[in-house]
Nanobody, 118 residues
């Protein structure tokens, strides 16, 4: 049974930074293409970032490109999302997702709340 456990969310002021983590349990993280999504109150879940199995390729939504960095440590079975220059528009629940194939995510975490105050 694969489980994804996010951590690192919290309350931060505008301009601040956070690093989200996603621990993969039950299977080696190197088996998965990994992604981050977010869902703001009253909105649909949207793509934030993704990283290929060995971090060869990374992808970002326009909304976070240039101020976010996705990374992974397959030895620790953990994926990270460093987010800088945060604004209130980044306030959302952030979800980690895993899939054997890019773009097809079979496993999801429970989410971690990020709140950016103005």
């Amino acid at each position: 049974q694969v489980q994804l456990v996010e951590s690192g969310g919290g309350l931060v002021q505008t301009g601040g930074s956070l690093r989200l983590s996603c621990a993969v349990n039950g299977r080696a993280s190197r088996d998965f293409h990994m992604a981050w999504f977010r869902q703001a109150p009253g909105r649909e879940r949207t793509f934030v970032s993704a990283i290929s199995w060995t971090a060869t390729h990374t992808y970002y939504a326009d909304a976070v490109r240039g101020r976010s960095t996705v990374s992974r440590d397959n030895e620790k079975n953990t994926i990270y999302l460093q987010m800088d220059s945060l604004t209130p528009e980044d306030t959302a629940v952030y979800y980690c997702a895993a899939g054997v194939d890019p773009g097809e995510y079979e496993y999801w975490g429970q989410g971690t709340q990020v709140t950016v105050s103005s």
